[in-house]
């Protein structure tokens, strides 16, 4: 498959480490397609794709967007006909504690309005220069068959994502677990009490300064 | 019979699940903990039911009580050790579990499984969601209130696991499979034995399904209680038997074959109407079609050759790069997110547990049911709290 450049997203592709684009031509046609069809579908929220994922057979097609457009983005890819991104398989994230923000992923430059400046609330946080939460929302349409990832970063100092309950109803325990183990905030979530750990849990157990084997009373 | 206006249709989310509603004169509603020690749970869960008579008005299901924090304790521990991990999260289908993680670091490494061993481990996730299934099917009796067939069952289940036992030791909690293979061959009378078990399986199985699947109190017990339309259940994320018996046909085997399944020639039985004895005679069917694929896979098997890449048998440390996994679980859809650093652990693991996405769905299957109802709903969605917790 022919490693082609997509015009609209050329100049912000590349956000990390690869200038010239990702290499998408681990990607099947079909998985290609539906990146394609992404793409087009979110053209105004500036997707960049990313290097694809790999999986079963050819790679998953990876999109990173910016945190201020979940919502839209979510929405987009659930209602269209050629994405069809109807279930929400997955949501969770990953502790980045040593990386900081890529370029355009909304750092307090009038960001929506669901997206609060202020600190995450909570003990056991601390905000700092670099560290980055990725979320991850893995998505599947039935038909036709196809798998799509999308991502999105939100800083230590700012762990606010808008919350996709209201897209995928699967995304209320998700986001619930997320908020537990990251305590990243999912804005406009109906309720983030505790789901996997008991009331009054101190810390973040997902994120990498969570110690490993340590006993705690309670 | 159960109420017949049974339009159960998901309240908005901000309806103040958390919250106790408020009592308002008439009707009168009132509280019933259920759980998290109760023997219909099928482990620690606890709901919270507001009920008003025998009407359940407002669910509030809490989870976490089997928690052990896996996903965090697979970042501290080498590839090779997290198998055993993922043995313990759905305890009812080790291998099935533990094939889904080699499969996702296997596709990190780019590492190639030897033909043999890829046929066993198939053998042996079928004979697993058989016997998974057979669990449910007898938990499923018991809740309906039906003691015999579940003997029938556990005698088929114990059948299987005895042969689990000859290959790798241990009836549950099998930690067999290895990156890149098998920890070893299977015993030489292996396949005799197979070949035994197979009949027998199958007539535990037709006996039990004889005794309940058309039973009239069975039938009265389960059939329309609680069904789910595909779209709930699409939007929900119920995969696996819980989302066929809403009539999607849709099964990882079949829509994105891993592994060897596009080598195999089977259905994917649907359901009609979602209800509880869809989801129920669904996994019926399916322990058939499953009979069906280990006799294929014994036919299509080489009788011998090795079981282990060579690579697999190092200290395993894949390049750095992200990979997510699917697999069809007894129980559904299970998928493996997992990041490396190019280190001799994992950076993150995040599994998609099948039964956390289905019981996530409990809300909306039991608001407007009676409070009798609410034990087979439950069983219906055969839930493993291992899973749910993580």
Same mark, same amino acid.
């Given at each position: 498959?022919?490693?082609?450049?997509?015009?609209?997203?050329? %100049? $912000?592709? +590349?956000?990390? #480490? &690869? =200038?010239?684009?990702?290499?998408?031509?681990?990607?099947?046609?079909?998985?290609?397609? @539906?990146?394609?069809?992404?793409?087009?579908?979110?053209?105004?929220?500036?997707?960049?794709?990313?290097?694809?994922?790999?999986?079963?057979?050819?790679?998953?097609?990876?999109?990173?967007?910016?945190?201020?457009?979940?919502?839209?983005?979510?929405?987009?890819?659930?209602?269209?006909?050629?994405?069809?991104?109807?279930?929400?398989?997955?949501?969770?994230?990953?502790?980045?504690?040593?990386?900081?923000?890529?370029?355009?992923?909304?750092?307090?430059?009038?960001?929506?309005?669901?997206?609060?400046?202020? %600190? $995450?609330? +909570?003990?056991? #946080? &601390? =905000?700092?220069?670099?560290?980055?939460?990725?979320?991850?929302?893995?998505?599947?349409? @039935?038909?036709?068959?196809?798998?799509?990832?999308?991502?999105?970063?939100?800083?230590?100092?700012?762990?606010?994502?808008?919350?996709?309950?209201?897209?995928?109803?699967?995304?209320?325990?998700?986001?619930?677990?997320?908020?537990?183990?990251?305590?990243?905030?999912?804005?406009?979530?109906?309720?983030?009490?505790?789901?996997?750990?008991?009331?009054?849990?101190?810390?973040?157990?997902?994120?990498?300064?969570?110690?490993?084997?340590?006993?705690?009373?309670? | 019979?159960?109420?017949?206006?049974?339009?159960?249709?998901?309240?908005?989310?901000?309806?103040?699940?958390?919250?106790?509603?408020?009592?308002?004169?008439?009707?009168?509603?009132?509280?019933?903990?259920?759980?998290?020690?109760?023997?219909?749970?099928?482990?620690?869960?606890?709901?919270?039911?507001?009920?008003?008579?025998?009407?359940?008005?407002?669910?509030?299901?809490?989870?976490?009580?089997?928690?052990?924090?896996?996903?965090?304790?697979?970042?501290?521990?080498?590839?090779?050790?997290?198998?055993?991990?993922?043995?313990?999260?759905?305890?009812?289908?080790?291998?099935?579990?533990?094939?889904?993680?080699?499969?996702?670091?296997?596709?990190?490494?780019?590492?190639?499984?030897?033909?043999?061993?890829?046929?066993?481990?198939?053998?042996?996730?079928?004979?697993?969601?058989?016997?998974?299934?057979?669990?449910?099917?007898?938990?499923?009796?018991?809740?309906?209130?039906?003691?015999?067939?579940?003997?029938?069952?556990?005698?088929?289940?114990?059948?299987?696991?005895?042969?689990?036992?000859?290959?790798?030791?241990?009836?549950?909690?099998?930690?067999?499979?290895?990156?890149?293979?098998?920890?070893?061959?299977?015993?030489?009378?292996?396949?005799?034995?197979?070949?035994?078990?197979?009949?027998?399986?199958?007539?535990?199985?037709?006996?039990?399904?004889?005794?309940?699947?058309?039973?009239?109190?069975?039938?009265?017990?389960?059939?329309?209680?609680?069904?789910?339309?595909?779209?709930?259940?699409?939007?929900?994320?119920?995969?696996?038997?819980?989302?066929?018996?809403?009539?999607?046909?849709?099964?990882?085997?079949?829509?994105?074959?891993?592994?060897?399944?596009?080598?195999?020639?089977?259905?994917?039985?649907?359901?009609?109407?979602?209800?509880?004895?869809?989801?129920?005679?669904?996994?019926?069917?399916?322990?058939?079609?499953?009979?069906?694929?280990?006799?294929?896979?014994?036919?299509?098997?080489?009788?011998?050759?090795?079981?282990?890449?060579?690579?697999?048998?190092?200290?395993?440390?894949?390049?750095?790069?992200?990979?997510?996994?699917?697999?069809?679980?007894?129980?559904?859809?299970?998928?493996?997110?997992?990041?490396?650093?190019?280190?001799?652990?994992?950076?993150?693991?995040?599994?998609?547990?099948?039964?956390?996405?289905?019981?996530?769905?409990?809300?909306?299957?039991?608001?407007?049911?009676?409070?009798?109802?609410?034990?087979?709903?439950?069983?219906?969605?055969?839930?493993?709290?291992?899973?749910?917790?993580?």
């Amino acid at each position: 498959m022919p490693n082609e450049e997509h015009p609209e997203t050329a %100049p $912000a592709a +590349g956000a990390n #480490d &690869e =200038p010239e684009g990702p290499d998408l031509s681990s990607l099947s046609a079909d998985a290609r397609a @539906l990146l394609d069809s992404a793409l087009e579908l979110l053209r105004d929220y500036g997707p960049r794709p990313d290097l694809p994922i790999q999986g079963e057979g050819s790679g998953i097609p990876r999109l990173r967007f910016d945190r201020r457009h979940t919502l839209e983005v979510c929405r987009a890819v659930k209602d269209d006909e050629r994405v069809g991104a109807k279930m929400l398989l997955c949501l969770s994230a990953v502790d980045y504690p040593e990386r900081t923000i890529s370029r355009d992923s909304g750092s307090g430059n009038g960001e929506g309005p669901d997206v609060a400046s202020e %600190p $995450a609330e +909570g003990e056991g #946080d &601390e =905000p700092g220069p670099v560290g980055v939460f990725e979320v991850f929302y893995v998505l599947q349409s @039935l038909e036709p068959e196809g798998t799509l990832v999308l991502k999105t970063e939100a800083p230590y100092a700012d762990p606010v994502v808008p919350s996709v309950a209201g897209v995928w109803r699967a995304a209320d325990w998700y986001e619930r677990e997320a908020h537990d183990m990251f305590g990243i905030r999912f804005a406009g979530h109906p309720d983030l009490s505790p789901l996997l750990l008991y009331d009054g849990f101190e810390g973040y157990p997902g994120r990498k300064e969570f110690p490993f084997y340590e006993y705690r009373e309670f | 019979m159960a109420d017949a206006a049974r339009n159960v249709t998901a309240p908005p989310l901000d309806s103040g699940a958390a919250q106790a509603r408020p009592v308002s004169g008439e009707p009168v509603e009132m509280l019933l903990n259920m759980g998290p020690q109760h023997p219909s749970t099928h482990g620690v869960f606890r709901m919270v039911l507001w009920v008003d008579g025998e009407k359940i008005v407002d669910i509030v299901p809490h989870i976490g009580y089997l928690h052990r924090g896996s996903e965090k304790l697979c970042e501290g521990e080498q590839y090779h050790q997290v198998i055993t991990l993922f043995d313990r999260l759905d305890y009812i289908a080790n291998f099935n579990n533990e094939h889904v993680y080699v499969r996702a670091v296997e596709r990190l490494m780019g590492l190639e499984v030897p033909e043999r061993a890829e046929y066993l481990r198939v053998i042996l996730c079928e004979l697993n969601r058989i016997a998974s299934h057979l669990l449910f099917i007898a938990t499923m009796g018991l809740d309906a209130g039906a003691m015999t067939p579940s003997m029938f069952c556990f005698r088929g289940r114990e059948r299987i696991q005895a042969l689990f036992e000859a290959v790798s030791g241990a009836r549950m909690m099998h930690n067999y499979f290895r990156i890149g293979g098998l920890k070893e061959d299977v015993p030489e009378d292996f396949m005799p034995r197979l070949r035994e078990l197979m009949p027998q399986i199958r007539e535990d199985l037709e006996e039990s399904d004889k005794l309940l699947s058309f039973n009239e109190i069975f039938l009265a017990r389960l059939k329309d209680i609680s069904p789910v339309t595909a779209e709930d259940a699409i939007d929900y994320g119920l995969t696996g038997p819980c989302l066929r018996a809403s009539g999607v046909e849709y099964d990882v085997r079949k829509a994105a074959p891993y592994s060897l399944y596009d080598r195999f020639d089977f259905n994917v039985p649907t359901g009609l109407d979602g209800d509880c004895w869809d989801r129920y005679y669904l996994r019926v069917q399916e322990c058939y079609e499953s009979l069906s694929i280990i006799e294929q896979a014994m036919e299509q098997m080489p009788a011998e050759g090795n079981v282990l890449s060579s690579l697999g048998r190092r200290l395993v440390r894949p390049p750095a790069g992200e990979v997510y996994v699917r697999a069809e679980n007894p129980r559904g859809e299970i998928g493996v997110y997992l990041v490396s650093d190019g280190s001799d652990r994992p950076y993150r693991l995040k599994v998609r547990p099948p039964s956390f996405c289905n019981l996530s769905a409990i809300r909306l299957m039991l608001i407007n049911t009676w409070v009798a109802d609410s034990v087979v709903i439950l069983g219906s969605l055969d839930i493993v709290m291992g899973e749910v917790d993580r």
